[in-house]
């Protein structure tokens, strides 16, 4: 019987001792490294000298920056002690548990670069037939390569951070107008935090010992602006305002049991993009649109999985850093209550989407909530947690 | 009579006391920052004790991030100091000067994110023709925004490392091919360093305090792998395994006397990419492939300013911060001598360029050398300096 007593620090709760994700929680003494338990935050400053000198030193950071650059072995060594730490009777002289609700957590890390994918066929098909109905709905390049490009590192921001409406020019019949965006959208994602030794041509097999952990993410997206925007570059404005994270980094050694297959491209693959062993990831998504329950994506349908994408993203020769970090891409289903966007859940705003009470929606409005979580098959039964991402829309600023 | 004999320290060279670039350079005690006067470096850790305090802080740094932070009034302040202490008939105690050919520069400051630009229309132009022949040019959003898109900071390097050629996919008649690229090219640019506090829509009256300086860039950039991969999220490996930026980034100051308007884009713009003063920038660059002068491009005629650049990059609330970059895409003019990447001077790979010796080059060749160098008029006739970026190409490695 563990010493942290609280119902939802279970193995069958998403964050029970089978998870321990990490983030940074502010306290009295500032930033500090924590360990999520539930709906407590175990802060582990107080608790270093349960720890060998040099985890120490990475516990007791304002950051999980040395964490992430620490790489694998410290990673679980680290993870082995704090399993053996929380699962004990007694409780480690000086822990003090905070309930989340008390707690205030920080974005976690330093992000370096940050590039997003679009890894999901079903979310690459419909952004297709909606923004490109004159053309066949998937690119001639994408059962190739990882589509993807570089995001804003300076924009992401934690879980709880309210996003302000963003301004930007969309296309009318007389041109261009500029205003705040009429068509504000989410995409529900799963980001991978890099960490370990700089590193370039990083294997489809090395690449688990560049990934730390995984998070939630809410790749909010100004469908108006892109629109009108991303030819011939991409997306720019309409995507760098803001992209928000979970809070509670879990640790990549916590998927053991969710690893899954990629599904068959259908022709064989560039050898740098065959995988050795399973990285796609049995991974449950949920979105809460003010509370209503509207899509329930599923990531083991994902196209490439981390380790491809992450070989792609390096195999050119570019460097991945401690920090760097990257995102699956809106993940849909080939359902309509799997869809991981507005746009494709409105059908390019066609269809309205009924919130509890009956309101209708397309895109989003001022003030509105969404919340996206995810779970994964843990070991023995046991389930994995991934941390909410949460946001709230707040009106277009002066 | 200056204390500096130098006979490139004067003010009808690119760096006499008129220009006054900041660099990084390697010392025996570490990372030093420095100023260029002539072909000498100016180390001002050794003469901390001539600025007040405040500055002092910011010169006896590992890099120039702590300038950068400071904002416009102490850049002003340290450049009036500067020009006093360049211009003393007495060397101030001591100070030593380093020749350039014994100095190893690093790269300057911490990058931020990276925006690259494509603010040229010819180059737009060229491009268009082209990898879309089949289309107009130029596409509808071109003149009413400066189409940009997010690069990978962490590989932004210094001037004089060496750049090796990238593997990626390119498409074949039968299918992508994985390989070193056989296509790699230049992209001469210049780029913008920004500096001051983190910022919001920044207004183009506001820009240039949020901007500390300018410097040449290569944009290194696999046409190959680009002209596959680039539908529909923009340019990604064929652009992220390297770009090149000059040792030394010339403040923004010393351009006072080389403001000139942007062309008029046959419509009226947009309240917010309004210019109340000129910030074009009679800037003239010159490419060198292997020695032989291969193309000079005029800045001037690039249609956004950077004021206009930075005003765009923020108008939907994303945040600017000290360290972050961007540049102004390929700086190509009307003529063929003026075109800024070897996709244009060999139209697409088709008209050999002819180096001296008579050598035939389309693309770049393991072993070659570009260098990019570029001036602007000073204040009286003076000439201001940026520094030259060079990169080597070596071979695909293992």
């Keep these: 019987m563990s010493w942290i007593d609280d119902p939802?620090?279970?193995?069958?709760?998403?964050?029970?001792p089978q998870t321990l994700p990490y983030g940074v929680v502010e306290t009295a003494n500032g930033p500090t490294v924590a360990v999520r338990v539930g709906d407590h935050a175990l802060p582990l400053r107080p608790i270093a000298d349960e720890f060998t000198a040099e985890l120490a030193e990475l516990v007791t950071a304002r950051s999980l920056d040395p964490l992430l650059?620490?790489?694998r072995p410290a990673w679980s060594s680290?993870?082995?002690r704090l399993v053996e730490l929380v699962r004990s009777p007694a409780a480690p002289e000086g822990a003090v548990l905070v309930p989340l609700s008390e707690t205030r957590a920080l974005l976690?890390?330093?992000?370096?670069d940050y590039v997003d994918f679009y890894s999901s066929r079903h979310h690459a098909e419909n952004v297709g037939r909606i923004f490109r109905p004159d053309q066949a709905p998937l690119l001639p390049n994408w059962t190739h390569l990882p589509v993807g490009y570089h995001g804003r590192s300076g924009t992401i921001v934690v879980s709880g951070t309210d996003v302000e409406r963003p301004y930007g020019q969309r296309k009318t019949d007389d041109g261009p107008v500029f205003g705040p965006s009429v068509?504000?959208?989410i995409e529900a994602e799963i980001g991978f935090v890099c960490g370990g030794p700089v590193a370039r041509r990083v294997s489809t097999s090395a690449a688990a010992d560049h990934v730390f952990g995984v998070v939630t993410v809410n790749d909010w997206s100004a469908r108006d602006i892109q629109?009108?925007?991303y030819v011939p570059l991409g997306p720019h404005l309409g995507k760098s305002f803001a992209t928000s994270v979970g809070a509670w980094i879990t640790p990549l050694e916590a998927f053991a049991a969710a690893r899954v297959?990629?599904?068959?491209p259908g022709h064989p693959r560039l050898d740098y993009l065959v995988e050795d062993v399973h990285w796609g990831l049995d991974i449950h998504l949920e979105v809460f649109w003010n509370g209503t329950l509207v899509s329930k994506p599923d990531f083991a349908g994902m196209s490439y999985s981390f380790a491809q994408q992450l070989a792609h993203m390096t195999v050119n020769g570019?460097?991945?850093r401690p920090g760097d970090f990257f995102a699956s891409g809106t993940v849909s289903g080939p359902d309509k209550h799997q869809r991981g966007s507005f746009l494709e859940l409105s059908w390019g705003g066609k269809e309205s989407v009924e919130l509890d009470g009956g309101e209708q929606r397309t895109f989003l409005a001022d003030g509105d909530t969404v919340v996206i979580t995810a779970t994964a098959p843990g070991p023995d039964g046991s389930v994995i947690g991934l941390a909410e991402v949460a946001g709230t829309i707040r009106a277009a600023g002066d």
């Design 8 to 16: 939802a620090f279970a193995e069958d709760k998403p964050f029970g």
């Design 69 to 71: 650059a620490a790489g």
């Design 78 to 80: 680290l993870r082995a």
């Design 108 to 112: 976690p890390f330093t992000v370096g």
């Design 183 to 185: 068509r504000l959208d």
């Design 227 to 229: 629109a009108w925007e």
């Design 261 to 264: 297959p990629v599904p068959d």
């Design 318 to 320: 570019a460097t991945v």
